[in-house]
């Protein structure tokens, strides 16, 4: 089974409103990553946390980590369509080099 | 600067057919990953280079899967034998060092049909 787990699975929402995605992962990790994908090919990094931080900011985006619960947020603030993707964690377990397990991605809509 | 490359972006084989993928990676990038996406298993890990060697060939799905990296610099991944169930979405990536705390830039994928 993947190591982290996107909830929810599909998001649709209005341009202008927020979108939240989460991920819950189970072993101990060095980094989570957020990536977006458009039409199924190439992904596009979008952010890096590290385990001993808590919170990150990245122009619209907003990460969290909570390592107690081993779960992660992906805020996007005021939604584009462009914004209009899957996006995906992925972590980087202790001890596994830097081999990246992703979650199941989240499909995100932003509706015009 | 150039990202990761990869060709083809697209191969249809037919069954029991061998194919090459092929993976140029940043400039630069010591390390470098393969990855599949399918429909049914999501994202997966494949292999992973440092420099020219492999030290994690967990995620070949079976020997008829093999990479190589020479150079420091492009790869090929080798499926013998397709399979049906192979066709998916290959993806490298590379990273400045494959420490832990530098990000992979993906390319754009190869889609694999096998008929």
């Known amino acids: 089974s993947q190591q982290g787990e996107e909830d929810p699975q599909a998001l649709s929402i209005q341009e202008g409103e927020n979108a939240t995605m989460n991920c819950s992962y189970k072993t101990s990790i060095n980094n989570l990553q957020w990536y977006r994908q458009n039409s199924g090919r190439g992904l596009v990094h979008l952010i890096l946390?590290?385990?001993?931080?808590r919170e990150k900011h990245s122009g619209r985006l907003r990460v969290t980590l909570d390592t107690s619960k081993k779960s992660s947020s992906l805020l996007i603030t005021a939604s584009r369509a462009a914004d209009t993707a899957s996006y995906f964690c992925a972590t980087d377990r202790n001890n596994a080099g830097n081999m990246l397990t992703f979650g199941g991605g989240t499909r995100l809509m932003v509706k015009p | 600067g150039a990202g990761v490359s990869q060709s083809p972006s697209n191969k249809v084989t037919e069954k029991g057919k061998d194919v090459e993928l092929r993976c140029d990676p940043i400039s630069g990038h010591t390390a470098l990953y393969w990855y599949r996406q399918s429909l049914g298993q999501g994202l997966e890990f494949l292999i992973y280079f440092q420099g020219n060697s492999a030290p994690d060939k967990s995620g070949l799905p079976s020997d008829r899967f093999s990479a190589e990296r020479t150079g420091g610099s492009v790869s090929t991944l080798t499926i013998q034998r397709t399979q049906q169930e192979d066709s998916a979405v290959y993806l490298c990536?590379?990273?400045?060092?494959?420490?832990?705390?530098?990000?992979?830039?993906f390319g754009p994928g190869t889609r694999l049909t096998v008929t």
């Open positions: 946390i590290r385990s001993n931080e």
């Open positions: 990536a590379s990273s400045l060092d494959p420490g832990s705390y530098y990000e992979q830039y």
